[in-house]
């Protein structure tokens, strides 16, 4: 029996083409690409390709292109740079309670400076309410930043409303896009946004390297990592070559085939929730529409979620119950929370996220071992009260 992997969004294989485009930059390819010499040269070639490539899955320009450790240090970085460059000007920063953990702890940092973060609300299905958050922003607002989706619900938020709302305010607009590049479509040059995260490792590429795009004419950021002056000053450290690399590999894979396997992945999320409907008590939570195609939270009335999770592991069917940054605890979700959820439904969510490796013979075999082992621990309380 194969295994199924439906944990995407916590991270996703590295595609055999990627591992190929990597393979020579650890081996013969191996210079630095500040150096001046022939391998130098050589290897700065393949990080400005590369650079061009990440940048073409957001429509952006290759040098607005920071390249970073992953999401949590793009996000760090889009934050804490952009908000102490502009401590002068104010110390107040918009987010949401339904924001990746890189994007929440990173405003308890500058909140330890002295900066104010408000909260804008959300609604049942964790989308932000623009009128909330408009009511937020004051003279001190220097940064808004807003997630572009959510990576336990799938829910979309609007981000080209945000930007707007922002750009007609004169303030940064970040968001994290670590979860949708390379699922949905997007443009910086059509949405306005400031700073964007993309993390490589979301989009079958490796662990370990990600961007920030960084819009031009904004102001310089204070820098987390200083050294020798690498990425225009804005990222020190020598540059990891074969994870960029790959990086770029991931991104024009991504970019190629994007509106065909979305509506793939929209497919297979569709057959699912009919596959299991038949099922008394089954919830879905996130937006019904504005979501992630790949993206299913859902829930079975007397069912707790932990315990689904371990029996589909045990028929080799990975599924997470809240985000792998977290998943340490089995405390109820902050973005469940933030959406208003009893906590009894919360301990009952999982989330399945699908991917390039799935078909629909994997969805027939989920969807019949969850109805099996959520009828069959049913079937033991019910027999146990």
Known sequence: MNAIYLDHNAT????????????????????????????????????????EQVAALIHADAREIVFTSGGTESDNLAILGAARALRDKGRHIVTARVEHPAVLNACLELQKEGFVIDYAPV???????????????????????IQ?????????QPIAAIGEIARDREILFHTDAVQSAGKVPLDVKEVPVDLLSLSSHKLYGPKGVGALYVRRGLPQLVPLIV??????????????????????????????????????????????????SSLQGVRFFGHPDESLPNTLNLGFEGVDGQTLMIRLDLDQIYVSTGTACSSGSVLPSDVLTAMGMPEEQMRQSIRISFGRSNGTEDVERVAEALVRIVTDIREKQRMAS
Do not use: C
Not at 127 to 139: K, N
Not at 148 to 156: D, K
Not at 253 to 265: P, T, V
């Open 227 to 276: 050294g020798g002056g690498q990425e225009k000053k804005r990222r020190g450290g020598t540059e990891n070559l074969p994870g960029i690399a790959g990086f770029g590999r991931a991104a024009e894979l991504a970019a190629g085939d994007l509106e065909q396997e979305a509506e793939r992945l929209r497919q297979l999320k569709r057959r699912l929730r009919d596959g299991v």
């Open 12 to 51: 996703t294989p590295v595609h055999p083409d990627v591992l190929e485009a990597m393979l020579p930059l650890l081996k013969e390819d191996f210079g630095n690409p500040s150096s001046t010499h022939s391998r130098g040269r050589s290897a700065r070639v393949k990080m400005d390709e590369a650079r």
């Open 148 to 156: 572009s989706a959510n990576s336990e619900v799938g829910t979309l």
């Open 123 to 145: 609604d049942e299905f964790g989308r932000v309410r623009l009128d909330g958050l408009e009511a937020l922003i004051s003279d001190e607002t220097v940064l808004i930043t």
